[in-house]
């Protein structure tokens, strides 16, 4: 017994060893910009928020004609404020918690609207993109004042747009307009690209309180609704996550149009050079009323044109109508109904359709060679419909040769088919959304040939570890688990090119190189190629081009090469993943152990990391600096008396280091804290109450509020109680009072030119505190309310 005691220990011993060399490399991540919203021709500071950023993170703007100018450092950690999640949803996957830089960008006036996407890159890494838009006016900015504004923001004169967010919890953003005119507005809400996208509830409201719109965005698509006016009337509008989230990530553009507004077409796009007439579906088209309907109008599509887009105005009875119709090479159809039987076209064609009701499907045969290719390609999202579709090829006897879903995260299709035989070929264009039988419920069927040139396919992001050997060339490649340091280019190539690709790379870091004279050969369609960073290497991202040449054709595609330094230090809990019991309102010294790797004696700093690993519920512990002789110490972390109690607690940490790159650039450098520190949470030692929770200050009249203290049998210490009256920004103690050990009662008294009240009430806050230096022992708080005579 004795000595399998032994070997558990020494097995105990080892893996604790382990542990501290294990690290885990935090790179940075891009949470929102604010605003997100870029007018053409304008120069605007815009603050751009996100997770694990350092003082030397790189910041790209992923479009040449878009100049970036950083104003500022990183600034501190911005933790969220109260409400906080409790219940259920305290489980969610928590927020993480920014920092924000102030950047300058510039826009080229002949800049057209759309979205670009911008990164950020440090010595531990590449974060994802996200997106920031180009627009063609300027956007009002949200005034921020509070959770939830009592009184409403005027917006400018419609037509406008406006760009805000949901900062808090519960947040409830207002806001009111004058109709310039008798006729329809469509409010709409665009979320999701700019950060953590909201799914909006929109109630409109009359001068009565009348709902005139109440809509809401459940799938994360936007919103859009429309609705009639009164000239001169003034509407208000209420703006919430319908879960009613908030964050400083959750950013919107709330747009507010004057007129009828087209949610579809048929055929869904014109052909170059052709007068097509088009069937338009909308709101209030025809009657000026906010209902469905449709009217015609021949369209003329120029044979040049350096748009994609056609822009249409016309005339209704509600106003005039602005519109985008796509410009296609294509023939343009639309559907022809036969009893049930598939619809025969001659390739390559566009056909718009419409799905009638939910158990159909829409047919197309077309005749094939064997061998042949042809592009299948079926639009919903991207022509704005609600469809989610599905497509099926089958041969003349049924049998299905090839199927297709969702691509490329939308809800449109595409499959490359190639004819097992010669015959003819059915497609079967199918919904799972639910959504057939509406108006709008269309879609897009567009046959095409391959491109007669190859495609050219790079990852987004290759990282390498300076000076680090090269990596060998695995037999067998594990698609998105590729070794590190290795740059993986694909081609696809069309029927028939079976030539050689020449491969050149440029624009790598400084001390970062590659073979020379890479080729694809005829025949195959990738090529692994070993990034060798030196120990001299630059450490600083850099977006590089990679240039495929094969006969006439060269293809270029972009990507980041990051050369990332290996972290310095990790952390891990003394005690791991095992709940310590600690008590709400209080302090927890959670012991840690911090470990240095390569020798490394400089300081280490340890913070929360900015990924919680569950909602803390105002749990927080400032920065501290571990020693370089120190191995182990108490992070301080402060638990709210408002903690939950029926589930544990976890926190985790980062490390964080300077350290000099090869290059004498000072880098730092984040690791993360692979285990978390669990904390199993119990009731407060101290419990502050008073038997008046309204008290009235009159004018020149001091005050008197009566004070109850409980303490726990584990609490012997003196009480010090405040009336505290706070702001969005700070706390301001008015009066304080010290309640002895051996007493349970007190009166707090207030001098009468302490008291703040002017006129009306204030709700200040009475605060119990028991701490021993910087740490809190124990804190209980009451609200109180103060009203003037």
């Known amino acids: 017994m004795m000595k399998a005691g032994i070997i558990f220990r020494l ?4 893996l604790l060893s382990l542990q501290a060399t294990v690290y885990s490399q935090q790179p940075p991540t891009i949470g929102y910009a604010f605003p997100a919203t870029l007018p053409a021709g304008s120069t605007i500071k815009v603050h751009l928020g996100g997770y694990d950023w350092t003082p030397d993170t790189q910041f790209f703007v992923l479009d040449g004609r878009v100049k970036i100018e950083v104003l500022s450092a990183p600034g501190k950690m911005l933790f969220p404020g109260a409400p906080h999640w409790f219940g259920p949803k305290a489980s969610n996957k928590a927020f993480m918690v920014p920092r924000e830089v102030t950047v300058r960008l510039t826009v080229p006036e002949n800049m057209p609207p759309g979205p670009i996407r911008w990164r950020a890159a440090n010595a531990n890494g590449v974060s994802p993109p ?24 005027q917006l400018p004169t419609l037509p406008c747009t406006l760009f805000g967010r949901l900062k808090q919890k519960e947040e409830v953003d207002r806001y009111r307009f004058v109709s310039p005119v008798d006729g329809l507005v469509t409010c709409s809400v665009q979320s999701h690209g700019f950060g953590f996208g909201i799914n909006a509830a929109v109630l409109v409201s009359d001068e009565s309180g009348n709902p005139v719109a109440d809509a809401a965005d459940t799938e994360g698509r936007g919103l859009k609704t429309t609705f009639a006016v009164r000239n001169g009337a003034e509407y208000r509008v209420t703006l919430n996550d319908i879960d009613y989230r908030g964050n400083r990530s959750m950013g919107y553009r709330l747009s507010l149009e004057l007129g009828p507004r087209v949610v579809a077409t048929l055929p869904a796009a014109g052909q170059r050079g052709t007068t097509q007439k088009m069937t338009l579906i909308g709101y209030g088209l025809e009657t000026g009323t906010p209902v469905i309907e449709s009217v015609e109008r021949e369209i003329r599509f120029p044979e040049e044109s350096a748009s994609e887009q056609l822009d249409i105005e016309f005339d209704t009875p509600a106003g005039s109508v602005r519109h985008q119709v796509p410009i296609s090479a294509h023939a343009e159809l639309i559907e022809q109904r036969d009893d049930g039987k598939p619809q025969t076209v001659e390739l390559p064609v566009a056909v718009t359709g419409r799905l009638e009701n939910t158990e159909s499907h829409d047919a197309y045969t077309f005749e094939m060679a064997k061998g042949a290719e042809w592009d299948i390609t079926v639009a919903a999202r991207s022509i704005n419909s609600m469809l989610d579709v599905e497509i099926t090829v089958v041969d003349a006897d049924g049998k299905a040769v090839a199927s297709a879903d969702d691509v490329n995260g939308s809800t449109d299709a595409f499959v490359r088919f190639r004819a097992p035989a010669d015959g003819l070929y059915t497609l079967r264009v199918s919904d799972v959304s639910g959504r057939q039988g509406a108006p709008d419920s269309i879609y897009r069927v567009l046959f095409t040939r391959p491109v007669s040139s190859f495609e050219v396919v790079v990852p987004d992001v290759v990282e390498l570890m300076i000076g680090e050997a090269p990596p060998e060339i695995p037999n067998k490649r594990k698609k998105g688990k590729e070794p590190r340091g290795l740059l993986y280019v694909d081609i696809v190539r069309p029927p028939e090119f079976e030539q050689d690709v020449k491969v050149d790379i440029e624009g790598l870091p400084e001390g970062t190189t590659v073979p020379e004279g890479l080729v694809i050969p005829a025949g195959e369609s990738s090529i692994a190629i070993p990034l060798s960073s030196s120990r001299r290497a ?19 595609q972009r990507f980041f090469v990051a050369p990332i330094m290996k972290p310095r230090a990790n952390v891990r809990p003394l005690y791991p993943d095992a709940g310590r019991t600690v008590h709400r309102g209080a302090t927890y010294d959670a012991p840690v152990v911090v470990s240095r790797i390569d020798d490394f004696s400089g300081e280490v700093r340890l913070e929360m990391a900015a990924r919680p690993d569950r909602v803390s519920q105002g749990i927080f512990g400032a920065s501290i600096s571990v020693p370089p002789t120190v191995s182990q110490i108490n992070f301080p972390l402060f638990l709210p008396e408002w903690v939950q109690i029926d ?18 650039n000072v880098r730092t450098l984040v690791n993360r804290m692979n285990q978390r520190i669990t904390m199993n949470v119990e009731g407060t030692l101290l419990t502050v109450s008073t038997p008046q929770h309204e008290v009235t200050a009159a004018k020149g009249q001091s005050l008197e509020i009566p004070i109850q203290i409980l303490r726990s049998p584990k609490l012997h210490r003196d009480v010090r109680v405040s009336l505290v009256a706070e702001d969005r920004s700070a706390a301001l103690e008015v009066a304080s009072v010290m309640i002895p050990v051996e007493q349970a009662s007190g009166v707090l008294r207030v001098p009468s030119d302490h008291v703040l009240v002017q006129n009306g009430e204030a709700i200040m806050k009475l605060k119990a505190v028991v701490a021993e230096g910087a740490n809190v022992i124990a804190m209980s708080s009451t609200p109180i309310v103060i009203t003037s005579p």
């Open 11 to 14: 097995c105990v011993a080892v």
């Open 130 to 153: 996200l997106e920031l838009l180009v627009t063609d006016s300027h956007d009002a900015i949200e005034e921020e004042s509070g959770s939830s504004r009592d009184s409403p923001q």
């Open 538 to 556: 630059s450490s600083f991202a850099s977006l590089v081009t990679v240039t495929c040449t094969a006969n006439d054709s060269k293809v270029s």
């Open 647 to 664: 589930r544990t607690s976890r926190i985790v940490l980062n490390t964080i280091v300077d350290v000099p790159d090869p290059q004498g």
